[in-house]
């Protein structure tokens, strides 16, 4: 019967009236003869001024034209009385006969129950959501808790490079990538939502992982078997791999639970500091035979910045005024001291020929103590800081989205500030982008420096 309109929950009828008057009249004269001649015929309580005053029915509607000099059309009062009271309003007003000077002629069409429609409106709504959820169909009788975890297991497997390696979607726009061994150890890194994956296919490394690994940060999950073994050999020979995850023992990652393979991610280690599980020799046995120097100079590059850290503990300008002094006297008394004293002396002058070689082999550069207050600002902050070339600041973003702000950045940047690896695609962009200083927490494999940049770990500053 109509679209019920009327959505407050006090309502629970509707009356739907017609009405016709000899003459034509506005609205304001129809609510006013409604008003006017009831007043008076019931108690005080049922007064029509007295129930819309309390909100106890609602505001008259209605809807009326003027034809061939009389007016017609419509009217409709809610009521949120009981039954009978409601029934005596209707009565009440089917009783008012003029408006104005004009006859009046009221009659009821109906009383509508607005909580039935409300009611229809529900069931049909409640059928609609069961069709589409169709939980009885799709699910056969599952919990709720199996529901929701079969749901968190769809992932979704992509075919990537020429290859058509199997791969998670992150495998398209993440910086740092996990490398497995097949499509089953994608699938169940999947379920755990870790998507940033790729699979080798088998124990031969595609040209596509040998791509990636050259401007990505990339993590070997293997399984704990000689298996694994075989397929790290491979990817030692091939690739540059930064780090090494491991599944227990005789485990496989296919089979890994997700505390476990968090667990396993959480341990892992750089290449150098990996090891075979069902090998007599150790990796650096294997570097050292296969004359994979690469990863053996990086490892001793690490140790010595691992030395600066350390020895940056100290102040600095106090240890080299202290240096410079004692080198002062033992030059004077060079040829007077006895034998422990010329020892002691070869002794530092061995540590400074090592100082000097580190320092050549990674250059100190100077900058602006703006530029110092932000690379301490950063560190451990896994995020990266845009500079002008005055050394203001002028944006700040997370390590993980550098790249895509970089490129969609439109002012110009002169200092690029980042708590993050320094790679070759770093450089590329920024050369792009004619960034002139780029620090770092770590400098990956460069290939190729661009001749405008340059690029410095944030403990080769001063």
């Known amino acids: 019967m109509g679209n019920v309109k009327y959505s407050d929950e006090s309502i629970k009828y509707l009356l739907k009236a ?39 029915i609602g505001r008259i509607d209605l809807n009326v034209t003027n034809v061939s000099g009389a007016t017609k059309g419509t009217l409709e009062i809610p009521s949120s009385l009981n039954k009978i009271e409601t029934a005596i309003i209707a009565a009440t007003i089917e009783s008012v006969d003029r408006v104005g000077a004009c006859g009046c002629s009221i009659i009821l069409d109906n009383i509508v129950d607005v909580r039935k429609y409300k009611l229809e409106s529900i069931t049909k709504r409640a059928a609609e959501i069961m069709k589409k959820w169709n939980i009885e169909d799709q699910n056969d009788g599952m919990n709720i808790s199996k529901i929701v975890e079969k749901e968190a297991k769809r992932g979704r497997i992509v075919s990537f490079g020429y290859e058509k390696l199997s791969a998670g979607q992150g495998v398209y726009h993440s910086d740092q990538l996990i490398l497995v061994e097949g499509r089953a150890d994608v699938a169940n890194l999947l379920k755990m939502g870790i998507e940033n994956t790729i699979a080798l296919g088998g124990t031969n490394v595609p040209d596509t992982v040998i791509n990636l690994c050259k401007n990505r940060e990339v993590t070997a999950l293997l399984d704990g078997d000689r298996g694994g073994d075989m397929i790290l050999k491979e990817l030692l020979l091939n690739t540059q791999i930064e780090f090494v995850a491991r599944a227990p023992k005789g485990f496989e990652i296919e089979h890994l639970s997700m505390k476990k393979i968090t667990k396993a991610l959480e341990n892992k280690v750089e290449v150098i500091d990996s090891d075979f599980i069902s090998e007599r020799y150790s990796v650096v046995d294997f570097l050292r035979k296969n004359n994979r120097w690469k990863y053996l100079d990086k490892a001793r590059d690490r140790d010595d910045r691992r030395e600066d850290d350390r020895h940056s503990k100290y102040d ?32 530092e002058r061995g540590r400074d020929k090592r100082s000097d070689r580190r320092t050549k082999r990674h250059n100190m550069i100077e900058v602006p103590e703006e530029i110092k207050n932000i690379i301490d600002g950063v560190k451990q902050t896994m995020s990266a800081v845009f500079m002008d070339e005055n050394h203001g600041t002028q944006l700040t973003v997370s390590t993980e989205n550098v790249f895509e702000e970089l490129n969609n950045y439109e002012n110009q940047i002169a200092t690029l500030v980042v708590d993050g690896v320094i790679s070759n695609r770093l450089l590329n962009l920024a050369n792009q982008k004619s960034i002139k200083l780029i620090a770092g927490a770590k400098i990956g494999e460069i290939d190729h420096t661009p001749k405008n940049i340059q690029y410095v770990t944030f403990n080769r500053v001063k």
Do not use: P, W, Y
């Open 18 to 56: 017609r009405i016709e008057i000899d003459g034509v009249v506005d609205k304001s004269d129809i609510v006013g003869a409604l008003f006017g001649q009831t007043e008076g015929l019931l108690d005080q309580d049922m007064e029509l001024k007295h129930l819309q005053r309390t909100g106890r």
């Open 316 to 347: 600095r300008r106090s240890r080299d005024f202290k240096k410079s002094r004692f080198r002062e006297r033992s030059d004077r008394k060079l040829r007077t001291r006895d034998k422990r004293d010329r020892k002691s002396n070869f002794r």
